[in-house]
């Protein structure tokens, strides 16, 4: 495939100036929510039908948020604007075609593992943007979108280039309002806001298994994600610890809290504060020990986090 060429061509013809934002972390703290609301400029930018048809199509895969759709819409075609060919007819000379400017392969291989809802072509058409828009929600939910697992692999399976997923996520983020009331469904969001004091990693002889932020004592935990609270109460080390368990093996767990606000069992929204920060169990002054295990694994939260295009140890509420 030469996805890559093609876009660039259009990215050169229809982006020039469009700038890589350094401070994506800010920007995308609603991340991947999958109900995020469309900022003004989106609003002004994508045409209403399309911009319907990015939120319905979104639905289709938990985790996916709306904007990602309408980024890579915008990036390959404007919103099935582009006078480019391959758009409304025919192909470009990769064999790219329609406003998500899909392979003929590709969109066949899709729709044939999934059906397209009503609503479109009959047979689904790639030039159809009701289809070729579930399709590409479908495509990257079975590339990683699916609940959050992977977003940065799956919008690089779309198009094989690190700056082609920068340029997407970027976009995405304009796209979102950045009002953060609490945010709902599969994405991530950072815990604590606070300055990032131990790292994961060897420390001291041992190996620290998560990130230290840094908080006063009482400011409110967030879940990191959607999820199950697996325990809520003492523990070796952590003095008072939540540990929630989240789709594909993943369990956070948070850890010295000063008081804990959720009990085994209950099911947590991303963002919905479980606990407060604190200075118990072997701590040597108030922060959050927050860690990530991915089957039974400790994972890096600065990297998981970054994988999500947000950066946890620099997070600035907007
Ligand atoms: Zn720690």
């Known amino acids: 495939m030469t996805r890559a060429l093609v876009v660039l061509g259009a990215v050169v013809v229809l982006f020039p100036v469009l700038i890589v934002s350094a401070v994506m972390g800010a920007l995308s703290s609603l991340f991947g929510g999958g109900a995020s609301q469309p900022s003004a400029a989106a609003l002004s930018d994508i045409p209403a039908a399309y911009l319907a048809l990015y939120r319905t199509a979104a639905g289709v895969c938990p985790g996916l948020d709306w904007s990602v759709l309408a980024a890579i819409g915008k990036i390959e075609t404007n919103h099935g604007r582009s006078p480019l060919p391959g758009v409304h007819t025919g192909e470009n000379h990769a064999g790219a075609a329609g406003p998500m400017q899909f392979l003929a392969a590709t969109f066949a291989a899709v729709t044939a593992q999934h059906p397209i809802p009503p609503g479109g072509?009959?047979?689904?058409?790639?030039?159809?943007?009701?289809?070729?828009?579930?399709?590409?929600?479908?495509?990257?939910?079975?590339?990683?979108?699916r609940h959050h697992r992977d977003l940065h692999g799956a919008i690089y399976a779309y198009n094989h280039a690190d700056w082609y997923v920068t340029q997407v996520l970027d976009q995405a983020a304009h796209y979102r309002t950045t009002m953060t009331t609490a945010p709902h469904g599969g994405g991530w969001v950072v815990p604590v806001q606070g300055r990032c004091t131990s790292r994961f990693g060897p420390r001291d002889g041992e190996?620290?298994?998560?990130?230290?932020?840094?908080?006063?004592?009482?400011?409110?935990?967030?879940?990191?994600?959607?999820?199950?609270?697996?325990?809520?109460?003492?523990?070796?080390?952590?003095?008072?610890?939540?540990?929630?368990?989240?789709?594909?093996?993943?369990?956070?767990?948070?850890?010295?809290?000063?008081?804990?606000?959720?009990?085994?069992?209950?099911?947590?929204?991303?963002?919905?504060?479980?606990?407060?920060?604190?200075?118990?169990?072997?701590?040597?002054?108030?922060?959050?020990?927050?860690?990530?295990?991915t089957h039974g694994q400790p994972t890096d939260p600065a990297e998981y986090y970054r994988r999500e295009g947000i950066d946890v140890c620099n997070h600035h509420d907007t």
Do not use: K, M
């Open 121 to 145: 072509a009959t047979p689904p058409s790639r030039y159809h943007p009701h289809d070729a828009i579930h399709a590409a929600a479908y495509y990257l939910c079975d590339n990683g979108a």
């Open 207 to 293: 190996f620290h298994r998560g990130l230290d932020i840094s908080a006063p004592i009482g400011t409110p935990i967030r879940a990191a994600a959607e999820g199950t609270v697996l325990n809520a109460g003492p523990a070796t080390g952590y003095g008072l610890w939540v540990r929630i368990q989240h789709p594909d093996g993943v369990i956070t767990t948070y850890g010295h809290n000063h008081r804990n606000l959720t009990r085994p069992g209950d099911h947590v929204q991303a963002g919905q504060v479980i606990a407060e920060v604190g200075n118990r169990g072997e701590s040597t002054g108030p922060h959050l020990h927050f860690q990530i295990d």
